[in-house]
């Protein structure tokens, strides 16, 4: 038995960038809206792919999207501008994406002057217990944010807070923890008031997490920040770092 009554999988997994499932969320941003998109590379020829949005409710009828890729060829899927998520709330628009042969899959928030991209981990490489990472701003627009999102079984997760958090009707703080329950395909977005790094998420099932800022200042127009965090099960103790300009 893993800690606090979950089961955990062998305490190393597995981190690839090419898989046959994904999933993730568009967590909100400030300003104008964004446009959406899947930026979908291939690596064999006549790779079968869906893209689909859980529950989808944007215009009442399903969003479903089935492409071709081939070895070498990078195709982007538009998504509607709907699926992004607004305010600290349980959702069901988590994106799908489905192919028959090995892929590999960039999620694109693409808004005005500032686009932001993620590379997506397929389901294969998902964990269990995942720590927030969120970047600290000064601007009084921004707000820390992350996304917990479910596969295709219902899952229960615990949130031991670090900072101050914002969940329904209330505020929660360090050393409280959380319990949800999260159906498949179901994700929850938290909003957090100041810096909430070294949250701890521990899931029974595994678990997609995105991290991100809504508007983050640095001596920059506001940008909006994401990436999906890779589980601790896949951290390693060497790392290549490259010389950075400034």
């Not at 982007?76 to 899959?105: C, M």
């Not at 500032?114 to 921004?142: A, C, F, K, M, R």
């Not at 670090?162 to 505020?171: A, F, I, P």
Request: net charge neutral; glycine share 8%.
């Amino acid at each position: 038995m893993g800690r606090r009554g979950f089961t955990f999988p062998p305490s190393t997994c597995q981190t690839e960038t090419l898989g046959r499932e994904f999933i993730t969320s568009y967590m909100e941003d400030c300003g104008n809206p964004s446009q959406f998109e899947m930026q979908i590379s291939g690596y064999f020829a006549f790779t079968s792919v869906s893209v689909s949005i859980s529950n989808y409710t944007g215009d009442g009828a399903r969003f479903e999207k089935k492409i071709m890729v081939n070895q070498g060829e990078m195709v982007r899927v538009r998504l509607p501008e709907s699926v992004g998520i607004r305010s600290s709330t349980k959702f069901s628009k988590v994106v799908l994406v489905k192919a028959d042969k090995d892929i590999s899959v960039v999620s694109v928030s693409n808004k005005h002057v500032s686009p932001e991209t993620t590379v997506l981990y397929p389901v294969s490489s998902l964990g269990n217990e995942h720590y927030i990472v969120t970047p600290s701003t000064q601007s009084l627009d921004s707000y820390p944010e992350f996304s917990v999102m479910t596969y295709q079984e219902p899952n229960s997760m615990k949130i031991h807070m670090k900072g101050n958090l914002r969940y329904e009707t209330g505020v929660y703080s360090t050393g409280n923890t959380l319990e949800i329950i999260l159906l498949a395909f179901q994700g929850y977005q938290f909003q957090g008031i100041g810096d909430l790094s070294g949250t701890r998420i521990v899931s029974e099932k595994p678990v997609a997490v995105l991290v991100g800022q809504g508007c983050f200042c640095n001596n920059t127009k506001c940008n909006h920040v994401f990436e999906q965090l890779l589980p601790v099960c896949s951290w390693g103790r060497t790392y290549i770092i490259p010389p950075l300009p400034w």
